[in-house]
């Protein structure tokens, strides 16, 4: 597939080949396209960030295909500090922020254009366009994101034009370029810190794209309940294929790896393998998101009965982590600490676990000691948009120390675990495990549950399944 591939089956090009390669191909260069909806919204963003830094110079890379297996790659997906400033999803690229003498920056985003037909490299090169698919040119690429664009091929010779300026680059995403400025480990990671801050609160254009992925996970969830019975004489892998269907029909992928996780399977948090036995009279953990072609991801967890009902057991735990995220979430709102909706989610489970007799209280001491966090495990939510788990090089001041702002999307999701071979508690509550996730955006009067179309109490989740389940 790639040029010098070893052990192809053609060594060579013909003159004659490369001639008639060359020859009949009709001008494609698009001239009806007009600049994107996020155009406007990313110029702000690039605004917001040059204000941050004036008098240096910024580069926040795209990134580089990711070997597979020998010339196979994985799927690519540019860096979300990347898309954000942009809009963009190019790969092999960069935005680079020059600074001017007034304190600002003009905006450069370099790309790889369109190959030539004047040589073989758009058939044969490592990046050919009859191989890898065409390109916008850089012209079109200028109109769609509203910036100007530049050769790719040029960047590091125009870098080394200014090698006199402060400059500042995210590290670990394009290793290539990295290596061709001058920088300091300290003073980039500021500036991937900076990236995820800009990500805190989300503006009018990205609510409108978590909403789209929030929709389409509400429809992939009600699919995955509509083949339970299929699931049933299959495994968690026909779960899984079905919500992953709804993501490509109407997304770009997944937001990230499903968690299809039935029976003991639900009390693992990252359970991803999916290809457990789904049996009536157990639990069925999905944690799964839509994420938009604009790579938005939604990131919602249900947990429902194989069976259609829950057994008392099942139905007691249900409960307590639908009352604990009913606490959590009534801590959402401005102006409250974004600490407020973990400490109230965990802190109703440490006193049902207390008065179950499964941690020694009183329930201060219990939740003062963590000792919650046996059957709790994880944090009860985390913000959320591009990167299921989004702004994670945000300030800790702004971010877990910080405080809730309108624009913010969070997931609100406490969970309890009772592993299979914990002889703490009695047997038949071993190998349950239930979580509820919500996507939730920070409003002025106080917050709107974007995932509502879901249903969350037990009784409301026994009513959907016996509607749609099949």
């Not at 089956?9 to 191909?25: F, I, P, Q």
């Not at 494609?28 to 702000?44: C, K, N, S, V």
């Not at 509203?146 to 290793?175: F, H, K, N, Q, W």
């Not at 788990?389 to 997931?411: I, N």
């Amino acid at each position: 597939m790639a040029k010098g591939r070893k052990n192809g089956l053609y060594n060579s090009v013909s003159e004659e080949l490369s001639a008639l390669m060359r020859t009949g191909w009709a001008d494609t260069e698009r001239h009806d396209l007009e600049p994107a909806e996020q155009a406007p919204y990313a110029a702000a963003r690039r605004a917001a960030l040059s204000a941050l830094f004036p008098g240096e110079r910024l580069i926040v890379p795209s990134g580089n295909l990711k070997t597979r297996s020998n010339d196979d790659t994985y799927p690519f997906r540019p860096y979300s500090g990347y898309v954000h400033l942009t809009g963009d999803q190019a790969r092999d690229g960069a935005l680079v922020l020059e600074p001017r003498s007034d304190g600002g920056h003009d905006a450069f985003c370099y790309q790889l254009p369109r190959d030539s037909r004047d040589d073989d490299e758009f058939w044969i090169g490592y990046t050919a366009e009859l191989w890898m698919g065409r390109r916008r040119s850089l012209a079109e690429a200028e109109t769609v994101l509203g910036l100007p664009c530049r050769d790719v091929r040029t960047v590091t010779e125009d870098l080394a034009a200014g090698s006199g300026v402060p400059t500042r680059i995210v590290r670990g995403v394009d290793p290539a370029l990295e290596a061709a400025v001058t920088t300091g480990e300290e003073r980039d990671a500021e500036l991937e810190g900076a990236l995820s801050d800009l990500r805190l609160v989300k503006d009018a254009w990205e609510l409108g794209e978590m909403r789209k992925a929030v929709d389409s996970t509400v429809r992939g969830f009600t699919d995955c309940v509509a083949e339970l019975s299929r699931a049933v004489a299959s495994s968690e892998r026909w779960i899984e294929g079905t919500f992953f269907r709804r993501a490509r029909l109407e997304g770009n992928h997944v937001g990230y790896g499903s968690i299809c996780a039935a029976g003991d399977h639900a009390t693992i948090m990252h359970w991803t393998d999916n290809d457990g036995p789904v049996r009536p009279g157990e639990l069925l953990l999905l944690d799964a998101g839509v994420e938009t072609h604009s790579l938005y991801t939604a990131d919602v967890t249900r947990t429902l009965p194989v069976s259609g009902t829950f057994t008392p057991v099942q139905r007691q735990v249900y409960d307590a982590v639908y009352e604990a995220q009913e606490a959590g979430m009534a801590a959402v709102k401005p102006g409250a600490p974004y600490r407020d909706f973990h400490e109230a989610s965990q802190r109703h489970l440490a006193a049902r676990l207390v008065e179950w007799g499964f941690i020694e209280g009183p329930v201060d001491r219990a939740y003062a000691l963590g000792l919650q966090r046996r059957f709790t495990m994880a944090g009860t939510g985390h913000m959320l948009g591009l990167d299921v788990h989004d702004c994670a090089r945000a300030r800790t001041e702004e971010y877990v120390d910080g405080v809730l702002a309108p624009g913010m999307v969070l997931t609100v999701e406490p969970g309890l675990y009772f592993q299979p071979d914990d002889l703490t508690v009695p047997e038949e509550w071993r190998g349950i495990g239930v979580r509820i996730e919500d996507d939730l955006v920070v409003t002025e009067e106080g917050h709107e549950n974007l995932s509502a179309g879901l249903p969350r109490s037990s009784a409301e989740v026994e009513a959907w399944m016996a509607r749609f389940a099949g």
